[in-house]
């Protein structure tokens, strides 16, 4: 299914509809359906099972955290600790690999992607990461692989060959800093070296976003990709201590931050309060500077929901988040994650619906 590019009379003084994706002027018109880790509120997320779904669904862009492998291959899972969204911690044979590793300031123990080769990771089967909220997508745990970055990509062209449409990408590095200082891992080496082996250019749908301030500059002094900051709701960047993210959404800081990223991919209370759907200026700022922005995360479950917005039935139960959707469409960001783009993509038709 391909979405109509409709929405409300509201949101159409501010957006204006294109073809999907038909030029590289990626952000322009209707707001990007980028699916978050994949079609994640309906399969295990990083899964390409999950990447397919999202794509029939709609999305305009998919995003694949990326992660390495001790042989230096880029997989997709939400963290380098691997225990959350795999079944190692039941593999026998894995234990020996247990460590305990400070990771941006923080002690985690678990296993770890670079610790395992890629023959051995693909041993492992996905899981579903948050099934309090989820219950229905663990009935496919222990079905899918974890997928190579290159798997993806593949995944991706064959979708577009199939559907006539182009499908973006948006990686995420995860934790470059600390494989850097602490691995000896250069994931800037490594995605610049994968995207050019695998024949994807500047000019094509891609974004590469990522927390980290020195990541970001080091690919905008050795690459034309688009980059975008993202933007937590406390702390700074990790590489940058004396840097806070509060600052970095200030006219100042969005005027430092233009000078190595295309946009940013801040936190969706950024954008708007989600209590009183009052929108902050933050949108209108980045515009400015000509900034894309794109929000995360749009989800649907209580679970991920203000208490103001949830309903009865628990975590797992829909919340009320057409309203939340709604008014962050109408905020005028460029794109938006989310988990769900079934629901996305219905929410859009349906604002033009008699």
Known sequence: MVRKLVVSAAAALLMVPIPALATSEMGVGDPLIIAHRGASGDRPEHTLAAYELAIDQGADFVEPDLVVTKDLELVSRHENELSGTTDVANREEFEHLRREKTINGTRVAGWFAEDFTLAELRTLRAK?????????????????????????????????????????????????????????????????????????????PIFIQCFEVGTLRRLNQRSDFKLIQLIAPEGGPVDEPDMRYAEMITPTGLEELAAYADGIGPWLGHVLDPQSMVQTSLVADAHGFDLKVHPWTLRKENGFLPESLQNEGGPSADGKWRSLWKAAIESGADGFFTDNVKEFVSLVENEDAP
């Open 128 to 204: 579903e990461r948050v099934p309090g909220s989820r219950p229905a997508n663990a009935r496919y745990n222990g079905l899918y692989q974890v997928p190579t970055f290159e798997e993806i990509v593949k995944l991706v062209r064959a979708k577009e060959a199939e559907t006539g449409r182009s499908i973006g990408l948006y990686p995420e590095l995860k934790a470059p800093n600390f494989l850097l200082e602490v691995e000896g891992i250069d994931m800037v080496d490594l995605i610049l070296r994968e995207l050019r082996d695998l024949g994807i250019e500047p000019s094509d």
